[in-house]
């Protein structure tokens, strides 16, 4: 079975494995034309990226040096952090230039700032206009987990923004990680819950990369983590036919 068109592929036909149980009819795939709003082109890379230095607790500058206090870094910070630098909660961000169509198109590069201002605001993905939505909920394309866990996508997170009904297609056909599989799913109700972004922890001569992972905002790492992207915890999750969710554009 192709996992774009859903048809079964037959014996003269080419195709290609994209895991385990994931096919698709050579003629279905097709090369990337459309350019996704949240994506990075190369002229909006924010060069050299900043130094991350540890956030003393407020007052430090008065104690520091004071024999018999200890201060503990509290998180991590810019050295010569702007206010732009944090959100809304307080969180870091990867500092980006909007700027989209200089240089090169980074295809799988997302852009933390339209990444974010996607995830906020409900805007499709692929062409940043407003996602869909009707009674069931808001319209999202993610890559299937059907196996993943009884239920899914019951509490599903996820750092996609949703789509609007005219770019579903496209996306299926053109983006490579959705060729292993994907489902179309309206979402009741959804929430903004942390970021997905690098994780830090003290070390001996400064802050060090650990990870990169999605942290909620109330967790305590969130004060050492770089956001790149938000994530959304969807709820009241159906998943729903493509075809006839297309059927509705015609
Ligand atoms: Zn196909
Ligand atoms: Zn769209």
């Given at each position: 079975?192709?996992?774009?068109?859903?048809?079964?592929?037959?014996?003269?036909?080419?195709?290609?494995?994209?895991?385990?149980?994931?096919?698709?009819?050579?003629?279905?795939?097709?090369?990337p034309?459309t350019v996704p709003y949240?994506a990075?082109?190369?002229?909006?890379?924010?060069?050299?990226?900043?130094?991350?230095?540890?956030?003393?607790?407020?007052?430090?500058?008065?104690?520091?040096?004071?024999?018999?206090?200890?201060?503990?870094?509290?998180?991590?910070?810019?050295?010569?952090?702007?206010?732009?630098?944090?959100?809304?909660?307080?969180?870091?961000?990867?500092?980006?230039?909007?700027?989209p169509?200089?240089?090169?198109l980074?295809?799988?590069?997302?852009?933390?700032?339209?990444?974010?201002?996607?995830?906020?605001?409900?805007?499709?993905?692929?062409?940043?206009?407003?996602?869909?939505?009707?009674?069931?909920?808001?319209?999202?394309?993610?890559?299937?987990?059907?196996?993943?866990?009884?239920?899914?996508?019951?509490?599903?997170?996820?750092?996609?923004?949703?789509?609007?009904?005219?770019?579903?297609?496209?996306?299926?056909?053109?983006?490579?990680?959705?060729?292993?599989?994907?489902?179309?799913?309206?979402?009741?109700?959804?929430?903004?819950?942390?970021?997905?972004?690098?994780?830090?922890?003290?070390?001996?001569?400064?802050?060090?990369?650990?990870?990169?992972?999605?942290?909620?905002?109330?967790?305590?790492?969130?004060?050492?983590?770089?956001?790149?992207?938000?994530?959304?915890?969807?709820?009241?999750?159906?998943?729903?036919?493509?075809?006839?969710?297309?059927?509705?554009?015609?």
């Open positions: 079975m192709c996992t774009i068109c859903e048809t079964p592929i037959r014996p003269n036909q080419p195709y290609r494995r994209h895991a385990a149980d994931a096919y698709t009819h050579n003629t279905c795939r097709r090369p034309t949240i990075t082109w190369s002229g909006e890379k924010a060069a050299p990226d900043p130094v991350v230095v540890y956030r003393m607790p407020a007052g430090d500058t008065f104690r520091r040096g004071k024999p018999g206090i200890t201060c503990m870094p509290v998180g991590i910070r810019y050295s010569g952090e702007a206010l732009s630098d944090r959100d809304e909660h307080g969180v870091l961000w990867l500092p980006d230039v909007d700027n169509g200089t240089g090169r980074l295809y799988g590069n997302v852009h933390p700032g339209r990444q974010r201002r996607a995830m906020t605001e409900l805007l499709c993905q692929v062409c940043g206009g407003p996602a869909d939505r009707d009674s069931r909920g808001v319209l999202w394309l993610v890559e299937d987990g059907r196996g993943d866990w009884s239920g899914w996508p019951k509490d599903l997170m996820t750092t996609h923004p949703p789509i609007c009904l005219k770019c579903v297609r496209a996306a299926r056909e053109q983006c490579p990680h959705l060729w292993k599989g994907s489902a179309l799913v309206r979402v009741g109700r959804s929430v903004v819950c942390g970021v997905w972004g690098r994780r830090y922890t003290a070390g001996r001569l400064g802050p060090l990369v650990v990870e990169s992972t999605v942290v909620p905002f109330e967790s305590p790492l969130i004060h050492w983590t770089v956001a790149s992207q938000l994530v959304r915890a969807l709820y009241a999750c159906t998943v729903v036919s493509v075809d006839e969710e297309l059927a509705a554009l015609t």
